[in-house]
């Protein structure tokens, strides 16, 4: 089943659901202002957002490739993901030829300041609830706005994340903590170190391969 699908049915695994896991509701209500969801079965995704001032619902495709969907409050997820859905041909032409835009691309200036607090706290806690597991010793995190990484270790055992980590299902972005998480005993990607991000993610290579895609 795809993201749509998922949507769909009601057991979308974008945030909220995972989240609230870990995280208070609070926060998760504030977050369900946008929602990013697959376009048909390929690779592109789209970005929805709900906006106080739209009065109707406006897709656009920008310079970047990037695909976005502003919904009016009123509206529901749902309906905006059927109408992501009926206008993917047209997404497809206008998108055609262009470079498939990667979760990395997606985001603005305004999007990275809007949630980097959320990101550093969502971030923070899921790095204690697995180092409770690995016990190693870090100095700060810090959460970045970069086009090219979703996280790295620093030699001064500081753990940097991209903040769009909070858009990401939930496996993948525990997969990334762990991975930069263990980064701190292993500064390669060894067999060694394979196995110790195994200890805590057991699908982590098959989540590595996926997230390259996204
Ligand atoms: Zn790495």
Sequence with gaps: MGLFEDLL??????????????????IVSQYKKMKIIQVG????????????NAKKFTLSVRGDGSVALSVPYWST?????????????WIFEKTAGRKVN???SLGTKADYLEN?????????????????????????????NQRTRWGSCSENRNLN???????LPGEYADYLIVHELCH???????????????????????????????
């Design 41 to 52: 079965k390929s690779d592109l995704v789209c970005k929805i957002q709900k906006r106080r």
């Design 102 to 104: 990667s979760m990395l």
């Design 9 to 26: 049915s009601g057991n979308s695994f974008y945030y909220p659901e995972c989240l609230s896991k870990f995280v208070g509701k609070d």
């Design 161 to 167: 994340f991209n903040y769009r980590i909070i858009h």
């Design 116 to 144: 980097r607090e959320f990101a550093r706290s969502f971030v923070k806690k899921r790095v204690e609830c697995f180092n409770a597991h690995y016990q190693f010793r870090y100095n700060l995190i810090a959460i970045r």
């Design 184 to 214: 701190l005993k292993e500064l390669n990607h060894s067999a060694c170190f394979w196995d110790l991000v195994g200890e805590t993610i057991p699908d982590c290579r098959m989540l590595s391969k996926k997230l390259r895609k996204m």
């Design 77 to 89: 997820y749902r309906k905006a993901c059927l109408f992501v859905n009926e206008k993917k041909d």
